[in-house]
């Protein structure tokens, strides 16, 4: 069994799960080599339309693993650091590299081009807070636990992007007060400040993320892209002005796919689009 499983529904949705449910799906440098080739591989396969995250088992991830520490690189082929970590001497570059090849990862699912559902099972912290974070949209069991577990180690509670991430996601406020306390936020609080949009029975998370999958794959796949792209991008923006102008750049390319034709047209027949993206 791999550490980490990929697989696709007949309706183009790609499951990737965490599979070591017995060190609650800690990410090992190895782990983390074998997700940035599973997202390389998504990354590339156009008819992938939408990815849903899990873990096996009763955690969604632990975050790193510390009992693999920065030489546990027998198998970290994956990513730009990834070749080149088992072969770095020095504690300290060892270590730095590795903290690359974690970041790395979080910044790539970040940027895809498919939108990136987290179904969270249970424990989300440390790094697995930030996967979490990493994702479009968070689905929460009522096991669910988040929280920044950097700061309670002797570290920055800033890392692999939860600080860039996490302010924009609840504001800067209650972003500083979680990075600063490293307390834990439960299902029902999660919902409640807008970290995740559903919380759900356990066992029925990743059957509500594909709910919430399958509503983003009835939508043209360009437009879904363009969406994802510019939310983000905007989120950047220094102005309504630069922020709309983009927007209507992306509407005007959009508007040449054909898509919007197409659904028109499904509107007009009372029948289900079929987008080619083309």
């Known amino acids: ?52 995250v899990t873990g096996a088992g009763s955690a969604f991830c632990s975050g790193a693993d510390m009992k693999a520490g920065p030489d546990g690189m027998s198998d970290t082929g994956g990513g730009p650091m990834g070749d080149l ?58 096991s669910a636990r988040f929280n920044v577990a950097f700061i309670r180690v002797g570290l920055s509670g800033c890392d692999i992007g939860v600080s860039y991430l996490l302010p924009r996601l609840l504001g800067a406020s209650r972003a500083f007060e979680l990075m600063l306390t490293g307390r834990m936020v439960e299902a029902e609080e999660a919902d409640r400040i807008g970290l995740v949009s559903r919380v759900v029975p356990d066992g029925q998370v990743v059957d509500a993320a594909l709910e919430t999958a399958e509503l983003i794959r009835a939508n043209s796949p360009f437009g879904v892209w363009m969406t994802k792209e510019v939310m983000w991008s905007n989120l950047e923006a220094g102005s309504l002005q630069a922020a709309i102008d983009l927007e209507n750049r992306t509407q005007l390319l959009s508007s040449y796919t054909g898509d919007m034709r197409e659904a028109l047209a499904a509107f007009l027949e009372k029948r289900p689009p079929r987008f080619s993206g083309r």
């Open 1 to 52: 069994m791999s550490d980490v499983e990929l697989a696709t529904t007949d309706d183009q949705i790609a499951i990737v799960t965490l599979n070591r449910p017995e060190r609650r799906n800690a990410l090992s440098n190895t782990v983390l080599g074998t997700l940035h080739r599973t997202f390389d591989e998504i990354a590339g396969d156009p008819a992938i339309r939408v990815v849903v």
């Open 85 to 142: 970590l088992p072969r770095l001497q020095g504690t300290v570059t060892r270590t730095f590299a590795s903290q690359e090849h974690m970041a790395s990862l979080f910044e790539k699912i970040h940027r895809l081009r498919q939108p990136v559902i987290a179904a969270v099972n249970g424990p989300a912290h440390g790094g697995g807070f930030a996967l979490a974070l990493a994702c479009d949209v968070r689905v929460a069991a009522e």
